[in-house]
């Protein structure tokens, strides 16, 4: 049961422009968010989260979207660079305000490219 | 470099043999994370442990085992090996036990003929 759920496996955008990565989660009681950028032989590196008593968070050019009713999520990239061509994985958890988090759940991840 | 080290970072072996990956969480850790990637797939947690302790488990099969020695470094040990274990390996540390940001090593490739 794939409860995170990254429907695009890539996505290419030119420099300068928005990049705009999706994820659809359905569990509901999931109340923090991140997502992670990921390069060629190196691990994740958190990038940006959200709680779940939020709908929108700012950190330079990447913003971050929460929309609960629709239980969707996105990251916005503006301006695009060829440096941010990566693997972007959004994850979510369970109790981080409760003080009870157990676990990360992952998606699958979007390769972006940013092309000159 | 996020200040969690993996070793080694290839192994490749065979089926049915054992093999202990090793993690150093970044220093004032106390939390450890193991999580296998395999093709195609999202990050699979696999098990979480505390300042030696046990925290939480996730998929990890009945062959794997894993444990945080008291300096805080940890080990999964992958026994019975199967075509199917060959992943990416990742641990990942964090301060305490909640789960909000969590900083990855480079990862163990594990390739098992």
């Known amino acids: 049961d794939q409860q995170v759920k990254q429907n695009s496996p890539s996505l290419s955008v030119q420099e300068g422009r928005i990049s705009i990565l999706n994820c659809d989660y359905t569990n509901s009681m999931f109340d923090y968010f991140l997502w992670y950028k990921k390069y060629p032989a190196e691990g994740p590196t958190f990038l940006i989260s959200?709680?779940?008593?939020?709908d929108k968070n700012e950190d330079g050019r990447f913003t971050v979207f929460l929309n609960k009713s629709a239980k969707h999520l996105s990251l916005h990239i503006v301006p695009s660079q060829p440096g941010d061509s990566a693997v972007y994985f959004c994850a979510a958890s369970v109790g981080v305000r409760s003080g009870t988090a157990s676990k990360l759940t992952f998606g699958t991840g979007t390769r972006l490219q940013v092309t000159l | 470099d996020s200040g969690v080290t993996q070793t080694p970072k290839h192994l490749i072996t065979a089926t049915g043999q054992r093999v202990t990956l090793r993690c150093s969480p970044r220093?004032?850790?106390?939390?450890v994370y193991w999580y296998q990637q395999s093709l195609d797939q999202g990050l699979q947690f696999l098990i979480q442990?505390?300042?030696?302790?046990?925290?939480a488990k996730g998929n990890i099969l009945e062959r794997f085992s894993a444990q945080q020695f008291p300096d805080l470094h940890s080990e999964l040990n992958l026994s019975s090996l199967e075509l199917g274990d060959s992943a990416l390996y990742f641990c990942?540390?964090?301060?305490?036990?909640?789960?909000?940001?969590?900083?990855f090593g480079p990862g163990t490739r594990l390739l098992v003929l």
């Open positions: 442990y505390y300042n030696g302790e046990e925290r």
């Open positions: 959200i709680s779940s008593i939020k």
């Open positions: 990942a540390s964090s301060v305490g036990t909640l789960q909000e940001t969590q900083y």
């Open positions: 220093s004032g850790d106390l939390s």
